[in-house]
């Protein structure tokens, strides 16, 4: 059996190495001119390391990042608002979660693939059937394709039509500094102010990686000066982690996803990643769920002998599950970015409260403790 996937990201190449263990060749057709290695950090929570454990990756990744089993998250003024222990979802997961900058990833996934699987400069422009056709009209026969190709999506715009993505109403800066001692061992830190959310993690060997979100129409360009100047005042080590960061080493994108769709394939054509499924950041979970993803697609082709079978109940088992982290991470997001101070004081007030642990916990808990099917 061969796959054609289209997008050469995260999900993509997870896709390959997980079809690879199951016997099924893979060739992953990727528009730019290499791997894209930019970008900053993400989080890869218990869930996505016990997924790359399936992939017989986790070690790497786990060495690669940086392990955190502590968030604090506190008011620009330095007032916790919560602390939370995750040590023990980890340990119940029995893998931690961890911190990872892009490119670490995709070269631990990109190694663990055949020379030749992956063709750069190879864009798709539509497929008929289950062949991949590219913009030079050559023809990629497959028997089965998968879009993996991100939230502009050429699979998906040919299976359910043209649509522009949602806008959050936020924009995001990240950025990779040198790390200085800026957080205690194993720990994470989010600061929530009015229409803004600073967050800064552990990510790999001496470094460390940092978000800055503000609250603007779409398309308002910022700068390291920006930043600086949204966080002057607020504590350290905030200021210092920004001024740390090489204006080189910053990236900003508007704040994006897609409404969930009720099924995303048809013959033997699905979707994966966020070409199913581009979701916000709040939950951190966008590249945890391709690598899911990658795993559930590999489980069903090797138990289910039908291809098309094998697709739509991949769909069945992943389409509740990534719904409601699009769901639950765009209201995150709505909630933290609110912007009038009333608001601001309710939201801080409930989240100090026994009640706001509990639904914290539990949301913790049925998002980290989920277990991909054995490879």
Same mark, same amino acid.
């Given at each position: 059996?061969?796959?054609?996937?289209?997008?050469?990201?995260?999900?993509?190449?997870? &896709?390959?190495?997980?079809?690879?263990?199951? !016997? *099924?060749?893979? @060739? =992953?057709? $990727? +528009?730019?001119? /290499?791997?894209? %290695?930019?970008?900053?950090?993400?989080?890869?929570?218990?869930?996505?390391?016990?997924?790359?454990?399936?992939?017989?990756?986790?070690?790497?990744?786990?060495?690669?990042?940086?392990?955190?089993?502590?968030?604090?998250?506190?008011?620009?003024?330095?007032?916790?608002?919560?602390?939370?222990?995750?040590?023990?979802?980890?340990?119940?997961?029995?893998?931690?979660?961890?911190?990872?900058?892009?490119?670490?990833?995709?070269?631990?996934?990109?190694?663990?693939?055949?020379?030749?699987?992956?063709?750069?400069?190879?864009?798709?422009?539509?497929?008929?059937?289950?062949?991949?056709?590219?913009?030079?009209?050559?023809?990629?026969? &497959?028997?089965?394709?998968?879009?993996?190709? !991100? *939230?502009?999506? @050429? =699979?998906? $715009? +040919?299976?359910? /039509?043209?649509? %522009?993505?949602?806008?959050?109403?936020?924009?995001?800066?990240?950025?990779?500094?040198?790390?200085?001692?800026?957080?205690?061992?194993?720990?994470?830190?989010?600061?929530?102010?009015?229409?803004?959310?600073?967050?800064?993690?552990?990510?790999?060997?001496?470094?460390?990686?940092?978000?800055?979100?503000?609250?603007?129409?779409?398309?308002?360009?910022?700068?390291?000066?920006?930043?600086?100047?949204?966080?002057?005042?607020?504590?350290?080590?905030?200021?210092?982690?920004?001024?740390?960061?090489?204006?080189?080493?910053?990236?900003?994108?508007?704040?994006?996803?897609?409404?969930?769709?009720?099924?995303?394939?048809?013959?033997?054509?699905?979707?994966?990643?966020?070409?199913?499924?581009?979701?916000?950041?709040?939950?951190?979970?966008?590249?945890?769920?391709?690598?899911?993803?990658?795993?559930?697609?590999?489980?069903?082709?090797?138990?289910?002998?039908?291809?098309?079978?094998?697709?739509?109940?991949?769909?069945?088992?992943?389409?509740?599950?990534?719904?409601?982290?699009?769901?639950?991470?765009?209201?995150?997001?709505?909630?933290?970015?609110?912007?009038?101070?009333?608001?601001?004081?309710?939201?801080?007030?409930?989240?100090?409260?026994?009640?706001?642990?509990?639904?914290?916990?539990?949301?913790?808990?049925?998002?980290?403790?989920?277990?991909?099917?054995?490879?």
């Amino acid at each position: 059996m061969r796959a054609a996937i289209i997008g050469g990201g995260i999900g993509g190449l997870a &896709a390959a190495v997980a079809l690879r263990r199951v !016997g *099924i060749e893979a @060739v =992953v057709a $990727e +528009r730019a001119a /290499g791997i894209r %290695e930019v970008g900053a950090g993400l989080s890869l929570w218990s869930n996505a390391v016990n997924a790359l454990r399936e992939l017989g990756l986790a070690d790497q990744a786990i060495a690669a990042g940086s392990v955190f089993e502590r968030s604090t998250s506190q008011t620009p003024r330095g007032r916790v608002i919560t602390t939370t222990d995750l040590g023990e979802i980890s340990r119940m997961a029995g893998v931690p979660s961890v911190c990872i900058h892009r490119a670490d990833l995709l070269r631990i996934l990109s190694d663990a693939l055949r020379e030749g699987t992956v063709r750069t400069s190879a864009r798709c422009s539509g497929f008929e059937g289950s062949a991949a056709i590219l913009d030079n009209g050559e023809r990629i026969e &497959a028997d089965l394709l998968i879009g993996a190709d !991100g *939230i502009g999506s @050429v =699979v998906r $715009e +040919r299976l359910h /039509g043209a649509s %522009e993505p949602r806008y959050a109403g936020y924009t995001c800066l990240r950025g990779i500094a040198e790390d200085r001692s800026f957080l205690p061992n194993h720990s994470t830190l989010l600061t929530v102010g009015a229409g803004t959310q600073f967050g800064l993690f552990p990510c790999g060997p001496g470094r460390v990686y940092w978000f800055l979100t503000r609250n603007a129409p779409s398309g308002t360009g910022h700068s390291k000066g920006d930043a600086l100047r949204i966080c002057r005042a607020w504590p350290s080590p905030i200021p210092e982690v920004i001024e740390a960061t090489p204006e080189g080493a910053i990236i900003q994108n508007d704040i994006i996803d897609r409404r969930p769709l009720g099924h995303w394939g048809r013959g033997r054509v699905t979707l994966l990643g966020d070409a199913a499924h581009a979701t916000t950041p709040n939950l951190g979970q966008g590249a945890c769920m391709a690598l899911e993803d990658a795993v559930v697609l590999a489980h069903c082709l090797r138990t289910i002998q039908h291809v098309e079978a094998a697709l739509r109940e991949y769909e069945r088992l992943r389409i509740p599950r990534t719904t409601m982290v699009v769901t639950k991470s765009w209201q995150s997001g709505r909630m933290f970015q609110l912007d009038q101070p009333a608001l601001e004081a309710v939201r801080n007030w409930f989240f100090r409260t026994s009640l706001a642990g509990l639904l914290g916990m539990r949301m913790f808990r049925d998002l980290l403790l989920y277990r991909v099917p054995a490879l």
